[in-house]
Structure formats: C-alpha cells, structure tokens
C-alpha cells in the first residue's frame, strides 16, 4: 500500500473530471483516473503533468455493478488506499425534455448513472475510506438543475438524478459524520464542456469549485450542497 494520499475521480477523462485530476495532482495526491475507455483514458492522463506514475488509469464503468466490483477489487490490490473519492461521472443534461414528454429509459439511464452510480462506487470504495485517518471526504458533483428549490420543468431526468445524488450526499453524511469522513455535493457552476456546451466558465474554474470540498478541514461542512464554497439551496 502506498503511503501517500491517494484520490479516485470517477468519469476523469475529459471535461471537469480530468481537471479536477489535474488540481489533485497540483496538491500532491496519487489520483486514480477511472474512466469507461482506458484507452481514452491514457490519452487524457498524457495530457496531464504529473510526476511519473502518479497518475493510475482505471477502468470503471459506474452503471455497471461488475465493473464497479472489478474497480474496488482492483484499487484494493493497487494502490491499496483511498482518501477522496470524486463521483463525478454523469450523463443526460436532457435539454430537450419535459416532464410529460420525457422518456423514462433516459430517466431510467441518468439515475442509473448519476445517482446510482454515485452510490455503488461509494459503497465499493469505502472499506478502504475506512482505513485511512484525517483528511477523508467523498465529493458528489451535482448540480444547481438538482435543486428542489430551484426546479422547473427543464432536464427532468438530470433534474431527477441530481436531486436523488444530492440525497445519496445525505445519506452518507449521516452514516459516516462518527468516523469523521466529510460528504458533500458540489455545483461546478456552468463549465464550458462537452455536456455544459460553449458559453460556460473554464474548467479550470469548475474544478475548482469541487476541489474546496476535497480541501475543507476535518472540521468542516458535511452534508451540504456547495458552489465555490457558498451553500446552494437544497
Ligand atoms: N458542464 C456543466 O456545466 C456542469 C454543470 C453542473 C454539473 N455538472 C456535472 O459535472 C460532472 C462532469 O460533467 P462534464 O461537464 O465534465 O461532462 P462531460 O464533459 O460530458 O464528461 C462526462 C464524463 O463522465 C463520464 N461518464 C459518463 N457515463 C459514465 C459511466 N457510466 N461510467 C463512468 N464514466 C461515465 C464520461 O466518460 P466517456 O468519455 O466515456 O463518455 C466523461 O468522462 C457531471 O456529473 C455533470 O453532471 C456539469
């Protein structure tokens, strides 16, 4: 087992996720890039600029239970730990839906991946949260379009899973305040990606947002839903 702090970034190929790899490795952590496509994978984490072998490129696929098995089994055997856990992996920003109209097998896919997923790696990867000391979180990347306060009739299954995430963050704040281990959701904000579209802020910017949540003290939040370190309505 490697004695420096490791992170895992789920969905870290492009877009937010590999920035936010990027800002793990500028703290000094082992991150783990999982991703659907090792060989997608390879070419992002080229990109990044690490010290060699910092970077560990993971195949996960988080709506698929054997994947996610397959993905803990293998962390377990290398690197061995897990201090953060960023699930980040997400799909269907259904611009093009309405609640009546919306068909329910892309609901069914967005919750799948952006709520479940969420909860079954987390479910995987905690054993090894468990072992660890100071310094432990789990970061959902929400979003804004997931808060009930807020909702209208747009996106309705990323609107849906959003909300159910934000829940997952809940949960597992609840269950896990007594070992000390922070869980929060995060809003990046709009980030010009592949799924955020032109117009948004760099990604550099909506990292960042998600790594205040990796960086708080172990006396800080848990159990809140964030946009660059001020509280989103729930
Ligand atoms: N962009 C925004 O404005 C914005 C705003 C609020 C919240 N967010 C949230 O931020 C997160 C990242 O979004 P993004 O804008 O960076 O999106 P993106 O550019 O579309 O990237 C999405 C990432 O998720 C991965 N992914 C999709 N399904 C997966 C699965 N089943 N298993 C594992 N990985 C999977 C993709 O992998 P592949 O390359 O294999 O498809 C890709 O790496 C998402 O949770 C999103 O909802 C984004």
């Avoid at 848990?222 to 309505?233: A, C, E, K, N, W």
Wanted: charged fraction near 20%.
């Amino acid at each position: 087992m490697t004695d420096e702090r490791t992170a895992v970034v789920t969905g870290a190929n492009r877009g937010i996720g590999l920035a936010v790899v990027q800002q793990l490795l500028d703290r000094g952590f082992v991150t783990v890039l999982a991703c659907r496509d090792t060989g997608r994978g390879e070419a992002a984490a080229a990109t990044l600029t690490p010290a060699p072998g910092r970077v560990l490129v993971r195949r996960l696929d988080v709506g698929d239970d054997d994947s996610v098995r397959a993905f803990a089994a293998g962390l377990a055997d290398a690197p061995g730990r897990v201090d953060v856990l960023v699930n980040n992996a997400g799909i269907h920003y259904d611009t093009d839906q309405d609640p009546a109209g919306a068909d329910v097998g892309v609901v069914r896919e967005a919750f799948e991946v952006n709520a479940l997923g969420a909860l079954k790696v987390s479910q995987a990867v905690l054993p090894l949260l468990r072992r660890q000391g100071p310094g432990r979180r789990i970061v959902n990347v929400s979003s804004g379009a997931g808060s009930l306060s807020s909702m209208g009739a747009g996106t309705p299954a990323y609107a849906i899973s959003k909300a159910a995430l934000n829940a997952v963050t809940r949960l597992f704040a609840a269950q896990l305040a007594p070992d000390g281990i922070l869980v929060n959701s995060v809003c990046p904000g709009w980030v010009a990606t592949d799924m955020g579209g032109r117009g948004g802020r760099p990604v550099a910017e909506g990292a960042a947002s998600v790594l205040w949540a990796v960086d708080l003290p172990d006396d800080g939040p848990t159990g809140g839903f964030f946009r660059d370190g001020r509280p989103v309505p729930w």
